[in-house]
Every structure is written in C-alpha cells, then in structure tokens.
C-alpha cells in the first residue's frame, strides 16, 4: 500500500468474493513503529442496496451514503484507492472510471434516514435526479424531463436541440413564460422528502 492519508477513499476485499469491494474513508491509520501490523479506522460508505431502503430507481449505479459506521480493519484488507465525487463532481466528470463514485447523503445506518433528508425533484414524475438517467431541459421553465416521460425515445433526445414542455408550449404565453424562467428556477425548486423507511418495509413484507 503506497502512501495512505488519513481522508483517503479505499476499496476493501469483502469477505464473500462475490460481493463487491466495499468503500470506505480512512479516518486515522495505525502500526507499530515498523510499519508492521497496520490497523487502519474506517468510516463506511454503504451502497444503496445496504441501506434500510434499499436501491429506489434515483440511485446512480454509482452512488453511495456515507454512513455513520465506523470500524477497525487490518490494512491488509484495502484493494486499493478511490474516489468518491460530490454529486455535483460526478455529473461532470468526462468518463467514468471503475473507481469513481459519488456521495450526496450521509445515512444514519440505525435509523435509516439520511442527510439531507430533502431533494430536488424533477420531471413529470417528480423524481430526484439519478445521473446515469439522461435528462433533456426545458427551455422554458428549466425543469429536466426523462425521455420516456414526455413521449420520446433516447435517440431523439440526444438529438434535440430545442425543447418546450407540454406547459410551456402550450397556449401564446410562451414567450411571457420565458422571460420569468429565470427567476423561477432559482426560487421554486419541487422537493421530497426522503422519508421512505416505513412504507418499504410494509411493501417488502
Ligand atoms: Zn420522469
Ligand atoms: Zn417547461
């Protein structure tokens, strides 16, 4: 292991090979003066098919909560270094790669409620933005719609280049619409609250 700081991101073996290598931040690191038997303290990030939760359909295959799970582990265990974007990092990044991934909640494991608890929604369907999903904007109101959403396959989408909505084209208020846009997007984001523990329980059971 070359050069591990405290702040680092790693991916760790997990004890059942079929399992994907979990992630976690390194917090502090500790051997004897030799270097031997290092012990690194770790903050786990979980993935969103470990929550209480479970994956809902606005999870980026990418994504991850950091948790307020804290552990030990032997540093024999780390498989190697990555990153965890911002979400907002992520949704910039130009490809990526196998060790990329992205944070934007912190999950209470014993509760199972997140930080923050509130999301921006978009859409017709009123869903938070998973970023694997491609979204073309609303020229008008700025909102972001999936393809499927509003009638479109993908292949179309990529290749619009102008797009009103259902709302924004329709009627001569069009061009009234788009004046006050601007100052819409800013001040009335729709949000949810990600308050979904007890009704995915029932509907597992
Ligand atoms: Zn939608
Ligand atoms: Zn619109």
Redesign the pocket.
């Known amino acids: 292991m070359t050069c591990l700081v405290a702040g680092d991101c790693v991916l760790m073996r997990p004890s059942d090979s079929a399992k994907p290598s979990y992630v976690a931040r390194v917090e502090t690191i500790e051997g004897d003066s030799r270097g031997a038997n290092v012990r690194v303290h770790v903050r786990w990030y979980y993935r969103p098919e470990e929550s209480i939760g479970g994956r809902r359909q606005f999870h980026g295959s990418k994504e991850l909560f950091l948790s307020d799970h804290y552990d030990v582990q032997s540093a024999d265990t780390i498989e190697g270094k990555c990153t965890v974007h911002t979400f907002k990092g992520y949704t910039k990044l130009d490809a990526v790669g196998n060790d990329d991934f992205f944070c934007r909640f912190e999950y209470n494991s014993s509760t199972g409620s997140f930080n923050p608890d509130r999301v921006a929604v978009y859409c017709k369907c009123e869903m938070p933005y998973n970023p694997d999903d491609l979204m073309v904007q609303?020229e008008?109101?700025a909102?972001w719609f999936h393809p499927t959403c509003i009638d479109m396959t993908p292949e179309e989408a990529r290749k619009i280049d102008h797009f009103?909505?259902q709302?924004?084209s329709s009627g001569d208020k069009k061009k009234l619409q788009n004046s006050h846009a601007m100052s819409r997007k800013t001040t009335d984001t729709k949000v949810t609250t990600l308050c979904w523990v007890k009704t995915e329980i029932s509907i597992l059971s």
């Open positions: 609303c008008g109101c909102d009103y909505c709302n924004c």
